[in-house]
Structures are given as C-alpha cells and as structure tokens.
C-alpha cells in the first residue's frame, strides 16, 4: 500500500471530514470516490479489528506461550525455508571481510560512545567502512545446507541460528556508489542495486515520517524479517524472537557506527504499509522491522 493510501485510510479511521481528506491529499472529487471505492474493503476490515488491536499486545505475549504451541512444520517434515533471500541484478562487490582493517577501538570505548546520532558531517562512508558495518550486522560467516535445514551463522545472535532478517540499504554517500536503494547479499557479500531514482529516497524519507537523518546520512540500513524462516521452527513463538533477534543487529549497528567515527540513530517511527511498498515486498511473507540511520560526525 503507497503513502497516499495510507494517508486516506488513516484520515477515514480517525474520523476526518471527507474535506480534510480531500484537501490533505490534494483529491479532486473523482480522485476521492475512486480511492473511497477501491479501498472500502480494507477499511472495513480495519473497522472490524479496531477493537481486537486494543488488547492485541498481552494477547500476543499470552498466546505465544508453550502452553499453546503446536507441531511446527519443521517436525511434520516440511520443506525448510532458504536461509537467505535470493534476490538477483546488477552487483557491487564489496571489500572482502578478511580484508578489512579493524577499527582500533575498545568495546568499552564504543559502549561508553554510542549514542543516537541525528545529526551528520558531509562525509561519505568509505566502502571498506560499509563493507565492515555490513560484517558486523548482517554478513554470513557460515553457511550450513542440507536436506534437512539450512542456516547461517553471522556476527550476531538470532534464536536456533535461523537469521530470519534480509537488509536493505538506501545509500546517501559512499565512495563510488550510487545513491540509491540496493539489497545487501549476506552471503556474497555484495550489493545488488534495486532503485536508483531520486523518487525511492524521497518515498522512503516519507514513509519514515520524514525524519531528515534518512536524507541527511551516508547510508540508511532497512532491516526486513522473513518470518517463516524462524515460524518453520517456532511456529507464531518465532515473532517474539524476530524483534529480540533485530535488536541485536541494530547495537551491532551502533558499536560498528562509533568504531569508524559514524554515529547512528534507530528508527522505529515509519509508516509500515508505505515501507514495505518502497522495497516492492508483501509486508507479511517479509515485513519492514527496523530501520537504522548512518552518518559520519
Ligand atoms: C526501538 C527503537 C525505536 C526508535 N525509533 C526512533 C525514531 O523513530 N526516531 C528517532 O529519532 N529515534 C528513535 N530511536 C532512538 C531513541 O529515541 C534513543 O535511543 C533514545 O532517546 C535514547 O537515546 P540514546 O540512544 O542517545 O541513548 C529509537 C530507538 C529504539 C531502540
């Protein structure tokens, strides 16, 4: 679902005049009957679960309990999940991870640092900084695959080693790369370019309530979650451990931003619907969790 839908859908539920709609979203009158028409369903629906969602969150924790769980996929012998996403088109290979030069820094220097940055110098990131903020969050040391299972090992936790997080990158300004937005390919340890029209950083900008570190940074990292490759396992248990497992990437973030004098901010705050839109994905097969902003002091 685009901002605009968003937006209209938002307007209808909280109880705006079909006028203020109209004039939020600059609709000439056709323009509002089409959307009210295409997007009556939804609205319906979202209606009907109004009440449901005020108490869904003791509900989740209550229901994912052991006392509720069932035979997962992965014991009726299912078919597992790829351990990555394979996303194919133009490739940018970064600097190899045993190639890098660590930062000398101490972890305690880094932990004692860190804070969240919203605010940048204009300096780009090297691709070997990028290639080493990669290493730390998301990159695949281990690969295991049999008939069985296939899964990874990164620099990060992640419950039973499933690693159900994909990232993508929206590149500002590092060395040699176009702004854009492209996928990170854990294993290749390369960027795969997806959009490199000045409109994706715009929507994303949007979509991230216009928080100006998105446009402001180097390189925004979007972390998106792939649920049945954790659900296979844990069956709806798995959701609690893909917030747990990401939090895990974004201090991974934060340490890594303070070793090559970078700083970064965590982003919570984006509009769900318009995200997933902005990376072409379903937002239930794959879902925009986290998003995490990365600038030079
Ligand atoms: C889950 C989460 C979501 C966050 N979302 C945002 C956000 O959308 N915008 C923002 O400016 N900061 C965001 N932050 C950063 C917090 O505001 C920040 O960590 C907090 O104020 C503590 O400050 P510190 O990180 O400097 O210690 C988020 C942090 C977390 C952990």
Redesign the pocket.
């Known amino acids: 679902m685009d901002l605009k839908s968003f937006s209209f859908l938002y307007g209808k539920v909280h109880g705006s005049t079909k006028k203020e709609i109209m004039k939020e979203l600059a609709l000439t009158e056709e323009e509002y009957q089409e959307m009210e028409e295409s997007l009556s369903e939804t609205l319906q629906q979202i209606l009907q679960e109004r009440d449901r969602a005020k108490t869904i969150g003791p509900d989740f924790v209550r229901l994912t309990s052991y006392l509720y769980e069932d035979i997962s996929d992965q014991q009726k012998g299912l078919p597992h999940p790829p351990a990555i996403k394979a996303r194919t088109g133009e490739k940018i290979v970064l600097p190899a991870p045993d190639s890098l030069t660590m930062p000398e820094i101490t972890l305690a220097q880094a932990i004692n640092q860190?804070?969240?940055?919203?605010k940048y110098s204009n300096k780009p990131l090297f691709l070997q900084e990028l290639s080493f903020m990669l290493w730390a969050t998301c990159w695949v040391k281990e690969y295991h695959s049999t008939i069985y299972n296939e899964f990874t090992r990164r620099n990060v936790p992640s419950a039973g080693s499933r690693h159900p997080m994909e990232c993508y990158l929206l590149i500002n300004k590092v060395e040699s790369v176009q702004p854009g937005l492209y996928y990170y390919h854990p294993l290749e340890h390369t960027l795969i370019k997806i959009n490199t029209t000045s409109e994706i950083t715009q929507e994303i900008y949007q979509a991230?309530?216009e928080?100006s570190?998105v446009i402001e940074d180097a390189v925004t990292f979007i972390f998106t979650a792939v649920p049945y490759r954790a659900s296979w396992r844990y069956q709806q248990r798995a959701y609690r451990y893909l917030y747990v497992d990401v939090?895990h990437i974004?201090q991974n973030v934060?340490l890594a931003a303070e070793a090559i004098q970078a700083g970064a901010?965590?982003?919570?705050?984006?509009v769900d619907e318009a995200m997933n839109h902005c990376l072409g994905i379903d937002g239930k097969e794959e879902f925009v969790i986290?998003?995490a902003?990365v600038g030079k002091k």
């Open positions: 860190r804070k969240s940055l919203r991230c309530l928080q570190m939090g974004g934060h901010c965590m982003i919570g705050a984006f986290y998003i902003a």
